[in-house]
């Protein structure tokens, strides 16, 4: 992939990769702007969205241990930089909680 991609379809790039780790897409919101998505079997969710959370969503969506955030173009090299620093992350607070 050359050049960079918008954040839409940088995030659609994201979550490819992230299923080809395993992740399912187990839901989206209205806009179609915030993915979540968790491994199966796994009750904790990764979410991906082209913002970042509010402290009010954080309070209401416990089950989620981290959020990739693309909010910009991204190249493809940087799309799966950050799809790798994300899946670092995630198994960081798996094993933070005793489940990972």
Do not use: C
Not at 9 to 31: M, S
């Amino acid at each position: 992939m050359s050049g960079t991609l918008p954040p839409v379809a940088a995030l659609n790039v994201a979550a490819r990769l992230l299923e080809a780790e395993g992740f399912a897409i187990t839901a989206r919101n209205e806009r179609g702007d915030s993915l979540y998505l968790r491994r199966p079997g796994e009750t904790w969710h990764l979410r991906l969205s082209n913002h970042a959370r509010t402290a009010k969503q954080r309070r209401r969506r416990t089950d989620i241990l981290t959020s990739l955030v693309i909010d910009a173009p991204r190249s493809g090299p940087q799309i799966a930089t950050l799809v790798a620093g994300a899946l670092r992350n995630f198994e960081a607070a798996l094993k933070a909680r005793g489940t990972g």
